[in-house]
């Protein structure tokens, strides 16, 4: 594989900015100093002038800091300083809108409880506490409590503190569990002891955080990261109390496009490891009661052939896209034979029905499908005596089937809700067709009434001919017109379906009279499988467009106007708002790009950072020059030219591992040196964070406050 070529010419000047940016007088806007730094490929050449923002992370993390990082660190700090500055006037409101958002959640708040292995399991939190505790009851609920991890203990004294990865032994002794201390999604794995509370030695650095046991209850499958990439590529087995620099790498992805994984069998009889890339995927598996076994593989990957297992009983049972399943069916084959020609329908392809998951139990098959846009949760008996769906009422809304660890049971878990309905979990008894209503999501402060908010779907031509889902919502109250205030969101990749579900912080913009609107565009998987393949690779730009078409609309049928539509999206979604702003900036009063993907041609030229080689089948490869052209002609930071820009405020995480914070450091310095107007550019750097923001509950809802005030600041609606 040829490299990029990269030339840098220091200039050793501070560029000043001839125009003006909203601001007062008496605050300096940031101006990043240019160093020339050019980049070749294919005969094209590309002039980055603030290349010299990316540090590594050596750089980052050495105690003396060199003079690059330094000049980084004072760059994303000015940056920092004038936000905050800029935005002084704003902060007493952004604390009572938090303040507002945190009176309506339950703080002392639990799960309810699920019961695996003899003991219930809890998830729960303290008022006033950041982070969750988890526990356990045996047999009964009446049983006494037993803590396995209270968070907030563990966290104290970290800016950024993310615990994961909790598996319990068969035994219910131990528990293997992973910290992420960084943000980088790096995890340190440990195991505790239960029944003592003492942590042992065994101690296992650069793990994705996920972790097996065999049946043995000594022995436990965990995977490793490559250092530099942060790929996932490596299984080891781990045996208790012995030096972790022995353990056996048991299985190694060798192939830079895959990642790997490992988990265990909801029959508990298999450990499986899973590689996966866009396009195919290739399972091994091991008896679990013989943890010093070889893997038997399924099915060799093959290119186009996607597919996932599940066993039970005598088969396993398949959800492929296997002879043009372009939607998905299942299939099942016997243990012993389980490569593909032995394959055989259980629920054959359908046209208009996504099949995206299933579930086994005993006597019964639960389909969770997608047809029209809508998840659809389908009951089937294996004896064929039933077949039916649960009933759903709302235009709009979002299910979704628990794992549900039980085989011999007659009853689902099940979650519900939608834009105007907060969330339910409900147990429903497939057998009697009845439903236990376990839990529904309080919202406090007394003023929340689902029949004062209106939700609907509408559908928008698209300039190719196609409909877009606009999920739409808002208060009973507020005026539909030229004058009412729009956020659209949308994420648009990867096939992810961003459902059409309900926040608690959202009611904040709702009651203030805004419109929240979710574009279901090309690049997800809300219109089924052909919809994500109709906004990847080169036909990205079907994605932009569609958000595009969704904005025209709600303008052109009196939802509201350009002075008063905004966009948000975060990562994949942030490159879509750099795109949109770039092809259509008049149309946006003002955008949030929350750690925004937007310098995409030099990412994905560059092997060393994290996700590139395993996107290649997502937004192409660029050392193919058809490639190179097409992501280089809606690459936001490439694109960026001389016109006048909608408001904006950027975020990112210095350690984000997703999308590395020099992305959208770049993309403000250049929009900043070349914007012809005078509108907010704001970048704001969470310097102890990553790609997920904050790790704290309370923190989080502080930065959807941040976020908020910046539209309802353009609003002029900085009150109560």
């Not at 996932?308 to 399943?325: L, Q």
């Not at 219109?527 to 990205?540: N, Q």
């Not at 210095?654 to 770049?666: C, F, G, T």
Request: glycine content about 6%.
């Amino acid at each position: 594989m040829r490299k990029i070529i990269v030339t840098i010419i220091t200039l050793n000047i501070i560029f000043v900015s001839c125009k003006k940016e909203r601001m007062n007088t008496d605050i300096q806007i940031p101006v990043a100093e240019k160093q020339v730094t050019r980049l070749e490929k294919h005969g094209d050449v590309r002039i980055d002038n603030y290349f010299w923002m990316r540090l590594t992370d050596e750089q980052k993390n050495a105690k003396v800091k060199d003079e690059q990082t330094k000049k980084v660190y004072a760059y994303l700090d000015s940056e920092n300083e004038y936000f905050e500055k800029e935005t002084a006037h704003t902060k007493a409101f952004q604390n009572d809108l938090f303040e507002e958002m945190k009176g309506r959640i339950k703080e002392d708040d639990e799960s309810v409880p699920y019961k695996e292995n003899g003991y219930f399991y809890i998830t729960r939190f303290e008022v006033g506490d950041q982070y969750p505790i988890y526990s356990r009851k045996k047999e009964t609920l009446d049983a006494k409590e037993e803590i396995i991890f209270n968070v907030n203990e563990e966290a104290k004294g970290h800016d950024y503190f993310q615990l994961g990865g909790l598996s319990i032994s068969p035994n219910n002794k131990l528990a293997s569990f992973a910290v992420d201390t960084i943000s980088r999604r790096q995890y340190t794995l440990q195991v505790k002891n239960l029944i003592t509370g003492e942590i042992l030695k065994d101690k296992i650095e650069n793990t994705t955080g996920g972790s097996v046991w065999s049946n043995d209850n000594k022995t436990f499958y965990y995977t490793k990261k490559d250092p530099v990439t942060l790929r996932s590529s490596q299984v080891y087995r781990h045996i208790l109390g012995s030096n972790t620099s022995d353990d056996e790498l048991v299985y190694e992805e060798t192939d830079e496009t895959f990642g790997v994984f490992v988990t265990k069998s909801k029959s508990k009889r298999y450990i499986v490891i899973g590689s996966y890339s866009t396009v195919s995927n290739e399972y091994r598996v091991l008896d679990a009661d013989n943890p010093a076994g070889e893997f038997k593989i399924i099915q060799q990957r093959e290119r186009d052939l996607e597919y996932d297992i599940a066993h039970y009983g005598d088969f396993f049972y398949i959800r492929t896209n296997k002879d043009g399943a372009t939607n998905f069916k299942l299939m099942k084959t016997s243990l012993d034979k389980t490569s593909k020609e032995n394959w055989v329908d259980v629920i054959p392809h359908r046209e208009d029905v996504f099949m995206e998951d299933f579930s086994i139990f005993k006597d019964y098959l639960v389909l969770e499908e997608r047809s029209e846009g809508l998840n659809k949760i389908r009951i089937k008996r294996w004896d064929g005596q039933e077949d039916y769906y649960l009933p759903f009422e709302e235009e709009t809304y979002s299910s979704g089937v628990y794992s549900n660890p039980d085989f011999d049971t007659d009853i689902i878990r099940y979650s519900y809700n939608s834009m105007t309905t907060p969330s339910s979990v409900i147990d429903f008894n497939m057998k009697e067709k009845t439903k236990d209503v376990k839990k529904e999501q309080e919202v406090l402060g007394g003023k929340f009434d689902k029949a004062n908010y209106i939700s609907k779907r509408l559908w928008v031509p698209s300039r190719d001919g196609k409909k877009i889902a606009l999920s739409i919502v808002y208060h009973k109250d507020t005026k539909l017109d030229e004058n009412t205030p729009v956020l659209q969101y949308a994420y648009g990749s990867y096939g992810h379906t961003v459902s059409d579900g309900f926040s608690t912080t959202r009611l904040s913009l709702l009651d203030r009279g805004f419109i929240f609107a979710l574009a279901h565009i090309r690049g997800g998987q809300y219109l089924g499988r052909d919809w994500y393949e109709e906004g990847k690779m080169l036909k990205k730009k079907n994605t932009f467009t569609d958000f595009i078409d969704c904005s025209k609309f709600l303008i052109e049928k009196g939802y509201t106007s350009p002075k008063h539509l905004y966009a948000m999206g975060g990562s994949a979604g942030g490159l879509l708002m750099g795109a949109v702003i770039n092809m259509n900036p008049e149309i946006y009063n003002g955008i949030i790009a929350q750690v925004p993907f937007v310098d995409v041609i030099s990412t994905m030229l560059d092997d060393s950072i994290p996700l590139t080689t395993g996107e290649y089948d997502e937004w192409g490869n660029p050392n193919d020059k058809e490639y190179y052209n097409y992501i280089k002609s809606y690459s936001p930071y490439d694109q960026v030219e001389p016109k006048a820009y909608p408001h904006m405020l950027v975020t990112t995480g210095l350690h984000d591992s997703q999308v590395q914070y020099w992305e959208p450091a770049k993309w403000v310095a250049k929009i900043r040196e070349l914007k012809t107007d005078d509108n907010y550019l704001f970048l704001h750097t969470n310097m102890e964070a990553g790609h997920g923001g904050a790790s704290g509950r309370f923190d989080a809802i502080k930065e959807v406050a941040e976020e908020y005030t910046f539209f309802l600041m353009l609003e002029n609606k900085l009150e109560k």
